[in-house]
């Protein structure tokens, strides 16, 4: 599995930081999964080497425009690029007017179909080829959700040493019994699938949260998240200048939390444009980490735009800095 941050930025862009996007791949599969979409989302995508043709569904966290103002423009691209295939669109109802508002006042026509899903009216997980994905609402100034994204259909393993054991050679019928197919041996023995594969190993997942003051909403997903993304707009004391207002987080909060739920990677995003990358001056992003750094122990990362992140089957995590 793996995931290229299209934009770390907190409400407005800066040089180097673009607005919230996320792009997910889950690799089972040649379909790929973004999460929030703010302007100029796809001049990002261009740079990366996901293609608006293989996007499977894109996942809104809330209404706010730097999470959700590069929708029309990255679907009006879309149908020009000759896209067909429907694509699904998981977001709070308001994103959903919004689009569809759009669409009428500019003649938005597409050459394909929009499947919409109102997440505050989906109370199951969402199922996909490669994710099952279930929604978490958070605690923002508006409705603003979650999404974590489980792996879904793990490979099945074949328990080999059995299977030579039972005098069993490789060759297509371990293939048929790795589909789960029972098969008749050459020895006209019947082998049932169930008793020679694998107890399946645990499914990855990421959580990828909107922006939220309260962390600890994430542990009312059903699955625990090897991989959570996280805003950390603020360090404590800018947050405690600005106030409650906002509804966002800063980096002790999301440590502490990470550091209680003994969560493997974190990952920050989302920071406000005063956060700089000159150390040397006051306030820096590593103000951010350092943060961060002081209430989380795990495996912590900064996001930057284009850092793509490769989560393997060991649940290791590993970061390919900027892909452009
Ligand atoms: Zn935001």
Not at 237 to 265: L, M, T
Request: charged share 20%.
């Amino acid at each position: 599995m793996e995931f290229t941050f299209l934009g770390t930025s907190s409400g407005t862009p800066t040089k180097r930081r673009n607005v919230s996007g996320l792009a997910l791949h889950g690799k089972m599969s040649k379909h790929w999964y973004m999460i929030d979409c703010g302007e100029a989302t796809q001049h990002q995508l261009l740079s990366t080497k996901y293609s608006v043709i293989t996007l499977k569904a894109i996942f809104i966290t809330h209404i706010h425009g730097d999470h959700c103002y590069g929708l029309p423009g990255i679907l009006a691209s879309a149908s020009m690029a000759g896209r067909e295939a429907p694509l699904t669109i998981v977001a709070p109802q308001g994103v959903i007017d919004m689009v569809k508002a759009v669409q009428q006042t500019t003649q938005l026509w597409l050459d394909y179909e929009l499947i919409y899903i109102a997440v505050e009216q989906q109370f199951q997980p969402l199922c996909f080829d490669d994710f099952i994905v279930e929604p978490v609402e958070l605690s923002h100034r508006v409705p603003c959700y979650g999404y974590n994204f489980v792996e879904n259909n793990i490979e099945q393993r074949l328990d080999q040493p059995k299977l030579k054991a039972s005098g069993i050679k490789p060759g297509p019928l371990w293939g048929l019994l790795q589909k789960g197919q029972d098969v008749t041996s050459p020895t006209g023995l019947t082998l049932l699938a169930k008793d020679f594969l694998q107890a399946p190993r645990q499914p990855r997942a990421i959580f990828v949260a909107g922006d939220n003051d309260t962390p600890s909403l994430l542990n009312n997903a059903t699955v625990k998240p090897d991989v959570v993304i996280h805003e950390a707009t603020y360090t404590e004391d800018i947050a405690a200048k600005v106030g409650k207002g906002p509804q966002h987080s800063y980096a002790r909060i999301v440590g502490e939390y990470a550091q209680s739920g003994a969560i493997k990677h974190l990952i920050l995003t989302h920071f406000s444009a005063r956060y700089g990358y000159d150390t040397e001056e006051s306030p820096s992003i590593a103000d951010v980490e350092n943060e961060a750094k002081e209430y989380y122990k795990g495996n912590l990362f900064l996001a930057n735009d284009f850092d793509r992140f490769e989560l393997n089957k060991k649940g290791e995590l590993f970061l390919n800095h900027s892909e452009n």
